[in-house]
């Protein structure tokens, strides 16, 4: 009878475990490659998912091809978007131009392994082999079978996974195209590597770089795509990558990959691309944007609570590779914000009136031009470095206006620049009160064709050392970059000690055969000082008044480590309390212990008793006991 109600009592608990085991809900497991288009087509997946009731697990990014694809076999990973001839490549097989023929192939490869290529996305994202518009012009470059007849150094560019990857990575490329004796600067795969990438193109480090070509920086700097004349790239359209035992335990997830298939073209990634790499919006409300506006998700789905932090810059603020990495390594410290980027002719009066959150501004604007120096605004700190502009004074090559006191009319960027900014001081400080400067919008190119048209005597610009758009002004000839040597003269330095003197080195632009003095100042990220609300200002009509609110610690300390720069804050500048050093006070008094502490005190007792004793007064005479036995027993004899 008991064994009987024993088995019944398992049977029972058994059953119990099974159901609670059944009421269990699996999740979805979406992967990712660590790059933003791999990573939003995984956001796609993900919110379309989650809106047809599947509860979804993120794994973006999850590791590069080779990590996340066996993660898929193993089963760690459901689902992640793949490229058919990546596919192909990784299999062993034959590269080809045919997309439907290497889906077909694929396809039939990892079905024994229990995994499907789905719909594709509509796009194919072919490895781009890129370079600059000026350097393919000045060597008659078009393909990359041109690259191999040039008697120059090569140096390509590139991310890790180029270099690494099995039949059709860099070593392959130049084997196939007899390319020989280059170099490579190879940089971590993913939105920061690809802007060492781009920024190694620019600023001439590297002569070639390794794309894709839906990358959004193609198209923002003007690079020119190298033909693949000998077809050695398969084609790499894009598709899901899904585990059949997934899709039958999602049977929603179907028809959620149908709704992705043929929904995308090229131009659509391109963009999307762009505002993660460029503008720093996260990849998960690029995609949801995306989805709403084709009509797959509803408006806002996804991203209803995603906050949107401002960050302001000055008038000349441009969209360089520099200015999104400073974007993205602020999104750093704010995770999951997307930013938004305001350009203001007065950047410190946005962050002081609680506009903005952070400032992309060089020094010179935590100063203000006043009759006898600069004064100090202080209503901001900076708080990390993200690299330093000199200033570049145009000059006619040959006439009576190639020097700066010839000079009387000078043109600039736009006021409250760093570039009108830095003239309008050096001016003050050199006494030239004479001098004419002109305030614009034009581009760089535009203002120095007015010093060849004699509209100016000369054009004052702030630009990091190899600008790109310095070079070309250079290149176009009849200009030549003015000294700028009075400046360490005469102590202008000491009133302007944020205005630091620097040399731009002899060959830096075209046809600058000498080192030319100038000067420079540090590029920085700002933070507002915290500012208390005033008495009185309290009450339902201040409710949507805005207040500084400084950038946390911690935010300073996520910002610092995504830029990877250690570089001191200017000392002429404040810098935020995160940057003080801290100091360490070494408590070197004893620690309390109650038996040492009894020990001491009965010490301290008996020398008191040893005292007191010491100073006993001494009786008069000392009688001893035998000394009265012996003198009573005289006197009774």
């Known amino acids: 009878m008991s064994k009987k109600i024993l088995s019944l009592m398992a049977a029972a608990a058994f059953g119990v475990l099974l159901a609670g085991c059944a009421d269990q809900k699996q999740n979805l497991r979406v992967g990712s490659k660590p790059f933003t288009e791999s990573m939003v087509l995984a956001e796609m997946i993900s919110q379309l998912a989650e809106n047809a009731g599947i509860p979804v697990e993120r794994h973006i990014p999850f590791g590069t091809t080779d990590q996340v694809m066996e993660a898929t076999k193993q089963g760690v990973i459901d689902i992640y978007p793949e490229y058919n001839g990546t596919g192909l490549i990784f299999l062993g097989q034959a590269p080809t131009s045919d997309g439907d023929e290497s889906t077909r192939i694929v396809q039939k490869l990892f079905n024994p392994l229990g995994i499907e290529m789905s719909g594709k996305f509509g796009f194919s994202n072919d490895y781009a082999i890129v370079t600059t518009s000026e350097w393919a012009q000045e060597h008659g470059v078009d393909s990359i079978s041109d690259l191999a007849g040039l008697d120059i150094p090569l140096t390509f560019a590139v991310d890790t996974d180029f270099t690494q990857r099995p039949a059709d990575g860099l070593p392959h490329l130049l084997r196939r195209y007899g ?101 720093a919006q996260t990849p998960a409300s690029v995609a949801s944007a995306f989805l709403a506006g084709k009509g797959l998700l509803p408006e806002g789905a996804a991203a ?216 420079s100042t540090q590029f920085v990220l700002a933070s507002p000082v915290e500012t208390q609300q005033e008495a009185g200002e309290v009450g339902p009509g201040t409710a949507g008044v805005a207040h500084a609110v400084p950038v946390s610690a911690d935010a300073v300390a996520a910002i610092r480590e995504a830029l990877g720069t250690a570089e001191a804050v200017d000392p002429a500048v404040p810098v935020h309390s995160a940057l003080a050093p801290s100091v360490e006070v070494i408590d070197k008094s004893l620690p309390f212990r109650l038996d040492v502490s009894l020990i001491n005190i009965l010490i301290i007792l008996f020398t008191v008793w040893v005292l007191y004793v010491c100073y006993l007064p001494s009786p008069r005479t000392f009688t001893m006991p035998d000394d009265d036995q012996s003198q009573s027993g005289t006197k009774e004899s």
């Open 304 to 519: 209803a609570n995603v906050e949107r932090l401002l960050v302001v810059g000055d008038p000349g603020l441009s969209r360089s590779s520099e200015t999104a990495r400073a974007l993205r390594a602020i999104r750093a410290g704010f995770p999951g914000r997307d930013l938004e980027l305001l350009n203001s002719p007065d950047p410190m009066a946005a962050l002081a009136g609680g506009e903005a959150r952070v400032a992309i501004i060089g020094t010179e604007a935590f100063y203000a031009p006043g009759d006898s120096g600069p004064v100090a605004r202080g209503n901001s700190l900076a708080f990390a470095v993200l690299g330093h502009k000199s200033g570049h004074l145009f000059a006619r090559s040959v006439g009576a206006t190639s020097d700066l006191p010839s000079m009387k009319r000078i043109a600039t960027d736009q006021a409250g620049s760093g570039s009108a900014m830095v003239l309008e001081m050096i001016l003050q400080s050199l006494g030239r009160t004479d001098v004419e400067v002109v305030h614009e919008s034009k581009s760089l190119t535009d203002q120095v064709e007015g010093i060849r048209n004699g509209d100016y005597h000369g054009v004052f610009r702030m630009a990091a050392q190899g600008d790109r758009e310095v070079a070309g002004a250079m290149q176009a000839g009849g200009v030549h970059l003015l000294g700028l040597d009075e400046w360490s003269q005469e102590g202008h330095t000491a009133r302007y000690s944020f205005i630091r003197p620097t040399t731009i080195p002899s060959g830096t632009y075209p046809a600058q055969f000498l080192p030319v003095a100038s000067v």
């Open 179 to 279: 390319i020989t004796g280059s170099s490579t600067l190879a940089f971590p795969l993913g939105t920061e590597g690809k802007d060492q990438i781009v920024s190694a193109l620019l600023d001439g480090s590297a002569n070639v770089a390794e794309l894709f070509v839906t990358d959004g920086q193609i198209a923002e700097y003007n690079l020119v795509v190298l033909d693949d004349d000998l077809r050695f790239f398969p084609v790499y359209e894009a598709a899901p990558l899904v585990r059949s035992d997934a899709l039958r335990t999602f049977p929603e997830l179907s028809s959620v990959l149908d709704r992705l298939s043929g929904a995308i073209n090229a131009e659509d990634m391109q963009q999307m691309n762009k505002t993660v790499d460029l503008d």
